[in-house]
């Protein structure tokens, strides 16, 4: 394995110790330093030998060797990570909350740092100046974060276009992946979660007739959100992401058709219903009829039987009040 492939692939912990010890002791040679400065001048003022020394070493420290020990000082909070590069290569990653001390010739680096942050930050821990004068972090937040891409409308197994949003759940699971492998990780994740919805919808309809065992993009919305979490994850595993859950947010038909659909959602709730109000209603008839010759009550011949199954499914299906004839005479 090349030395690029295992950068791209391994992620190893920096070098580093705890910053106190030398934050401290920096304090202490800046301060000496100053003292240097003033017991130089007046050895010098007084024809003495070392002054000159004692001028070089308050003037030199402060601006090489205690510049470089504040520059390797990191303050990490948790869940927060810092990924180096030393002269153009990979150096490591601080992944443990703290005050450290690291190489000061490291290079932290964040190529995803487009979101703005606020708040009081080391030059350590910024890019310059961009053009607005706002600075940019370039820790890396390990937690999980929430990605809702703008919503889509994309044609569905039948052809009808739908309108379909996401909510993906995702955290940084390797470093040097996410910094190295591709150059801004959010914008990644973002444009393979819509190539992975747009996979993902085609293979369903919007909805399934009632009664149908057919998977749909309203009716299997676990399937389909597990389906949605390991097409991304698949994707974006070469960026060092972790998909923890992608979940549809929201679902409808896209305005050209949402009106027809309804229609067609009315007409089929009608169908079922009428059906439903039949198979009652003939059942019913059926009991009529059966009690009616159980008892004794009534003889009817066949043309009579035909006349009240037909009186009664009029009654029972009309989606209207029946009203009610009075008959005075012989229903012969």
């Known amino acids: 394995m090349s030395e690029n492939a295992k950068i791209q692939n391994d992620e190893k912990i920096v070098k580093s110790s705890n910053g106190m010890p030398v934050l401290i002791l920096n304090i202490l040679l800046n301060l000496a330093s100053l003292f ?41 909070k948790p869940n927060e990570a810092l990924v180096f590069t030393l002269f153009g290569k990979y150096y490591g990653t601080l992944r443990k909350d703290g005050f450290f001390y690291v190489n000061p010739f490291a290079l932290a680096i964040n190529t995803s740092a487009g979101t703005l942050t606020t708040g ?22 390990l937690k999980n974060m929430t990605l809702s ?13 739908v309108i379909i949003g996401i909510v993906v759940i995702w955290k940084i699971n390797n470093t040097a992946k996410a910094v190295f492998n591709v150059n801004n990780y959010r914008e990644f994740l973002s444009i393979q979660c819509d190539s992975a919805l747009r996979n993902i919808v085609r293979l369903y309809p919007y909805d399934a007739p009632q009664g149908d065992n057919e998977k749909s993009l ?28 992608a979940r549809i947010t929201h679902l409808s038909y896209a305005q050209e058709i949402a009106a ?15 059906q439903m109000i039949v198979e009652g209603a003939v059942g019913m008839v059926e009991m009529a009829l059966s009690k009616l010759n159980e008892k004794d ?26 009203q009610p004839i009075v008959n005075s005479g012989s229903i012969y």
């Not at 007046?42 to 504040?70: C, H, K, N, Q, R």
């Not at 011949?301 to 009040?321: F, H, P, T």
Request: with cysteine.
């Open 36 to 76: 240097a400065i003033i017991w130089g001048d007046m050895d010098l003022e007084a024809g003495g030998s070392f002054g000159g020394w004692l001028l070089a070493f308050g003037i030199f420290y402060p601006v090489t060797v205690g510049i470089l020990l504040f520059k390797g000082l990191k303050i990490l």
């Open 120 to 141: 009081i930050m080391t030059t350590e821990e910024t890019t310059p100046f961009t053009a607005n004068g706002i600075r940019v972090n370039r820790k890396l937040s």
């Open 149 to 161: 891409n703008d919503k889509q409308k994309i044609n569905d197994q039948l052809g009808n276009p």
């Open 218 to 245: 309203r009716g299997s919305s676990q399937e389909i959100a597990d389906k949605l979490q390991a097409e991304i994850q698949s994707k974006v595993d070469v960026a060092g992401l972790e998909i923890v859950e």
């Open 260 to 274: 027809i659909m309804l229609q067609r959602q009315q007409a089929s709730a009608i169908i079922d219903a009428r």
């Open 297 to 322: 009550i009534v003889h009817l011949d066949e043309e009579r039987k035909a006349a009240m199954v037909s009186n009664l499914l009029v009654i029972l299906c009309g989606n209207k009040d029946a």
